[in-house]
């Protein structure tokens, strides 16, 4: 039962452009979200969250935006560098646990 | 000065055997965890101790016995190991138990079962 899913496997975005990443739920009494960055051969790294009481969280060049009502939210990645070249996962907290998407692979193009 | 570091990075073995991954934080955090990726890269939590005490077990089989010594290290022990246990098995830390705290993660054990 996948309650947080990362439908696109991978995305490839042009250096400098804006990369958005897709995450959905199904568990409405999720109240806070996490997105995490993984690069080969390290483990996930923390990038940034927003509680279900926002709409926008914002730093730097990453924003998450989270629509309750279509239980979707997006990470926002502009202007995209090659750095951010990784798998990003969404996560969601339940019951003293994380349930994690399956990711999605991010290529920036230079 | 790494503040997830578990070891080895890899392993490689052959069924039946029994076999131990090792973690350890120097964050101070009072939780930690371990994670077990799969072949299709879900990411799902296995076990959770807080403080040396064991809060959560996610229906693991119990040939995986996770052994926390103290707050700083929790170990994790496999028994006679199968095919299906091959995976990359993570360790994490958080400063507690509330899960909406960001996790730190170490960098992996890359287990395959020959």
């Known amino acids: 039962d996948q309650q947080v899913k990362q439908n696109s496997p991978s995305l490839s975005v042009q250096e400098g452009r804006i990369s958005i990443l897709n995450c959905d739920y199904t568990n409405s009494m999720f109240d806070y979200f996490l997105w995490y960055k993984k690069y080969p051969a390290e483990g996930p790294t923390f990038l940034i969250s927003?509680?279900?009481?926002?709409d926008k969280n914002e730093d730097g060049r990453f924003t998450v935006f989270l629509n309750k009502s279509a239980k979707h939210l997006s990470l926002h990645i502009v202007p995209s560098q090659p750095g951010d070249s990784a798998v990003y996962f969404c996560a969601a907290p339940r019951d003293d646990k994380i349930i994690f998407g399956k990711g999605t692979r991010l290529h920036i193009l230079p | 000065d790494t503040a997830v570091s578990q070891t080895p990075k890899y392993l490689v073995t052959q069924m039946g055997n029994d076999k131990s991954i090792k973690c350890e934080q120097n964050?101070?955090?009072?939780?930690m965890y371990w994670y077990k990726q799969d072949s299709k890269k879900f990411l799902k939590i296995m076990f959770s101790y807080n403080n040396k005490e064991l809060i959560i077990n996610e229906t693991v089989p119990n040939r995986f016995s996770p052994k926390s010594p103290d707050k700083a290290h929790l170990n994790l022990h496999i028994n006679s190991l199968e095919l299906g246990d091959s995976a990359v098995y993570f360790c994490?830390?958080?400063?507690?138990?509330?899960?909406?705290?960001?996790?730190?993660f170490g960098d992996g054990t890359r287990l395959s079962i020959l």
């Open positions: 994490a830390s958080s400063p507690g138990v509330y899960s909406n705290q960001p996790q730190h």
């Open positions: 927003i509680s279900s009481i926002k």
């Open positions: 964050l101070g955090h009072d939780t």
